[in-house]
Nanobody
Framework: QVHLTESGGGLVQAGGSLRLSCAASERTFDSYSLAWFRQAPGKERQFVAHISWGRNADYADSLKDRFTITRDNAKNTVYLQMTSLKPEDTAVYYC??????????????WGQGTQVTVSS
């Protein structure tokens, strides 16, 4: 069982930046693919970004110019750097992990989420 703990959320003004972190309990962290999702009130969960064990990254098309996913295997942590934030980025952001591919955007482990609120 992999435990994921997100942090770094908060309240920020439009145009600002935040960096989210997700710490994993798994010692073989470097063999996992990781992702960020978000869910706004009343909306479905949305894919944000993914990074493979080989550090290949991909993003939701609408976010790739403003968001960057990175990982630090020495710290068992994945990050999401968010810039030029907009009120529509307001959501709970979730970290997810998988060791084996089981389908597009499918992950086995999830964190509890961290709230990001962007004020206009």
């Amino acid at each position: 069982q992999v435990h994921l703990t997100e942090s770094g959320g908060g309240l920020v003004q439009a145009g600002g930046s935040l960096r989210l972190s997700c710490a994993a309990s798994e010692r073989t962290f470097d063999s996992y693919s990781l992702a960020w999702f978000r869910q706004a009130p009343g909306k479905e969960r949305q894919f944000v970004a993914h990074i493979s064990w080989g550090r290949n990254a991909d993003y939701a098309d609408s976010l790739k110019d403003r968001f960057t996913i990175t990982r630090d295997n020495a710290k068992n942590t994945v990050y999401l750097q968010m810039t030029s934030l907009k009120p529509e980025d307001t959501a709970v952001y979730y970290c997810a992990a998988r060791q084996h591919y089981s389908g597009p955007r499918r992950y086995d482990y999830w964190g509890q989420g961290t709230q990001v609120t962007v004020s206009s």
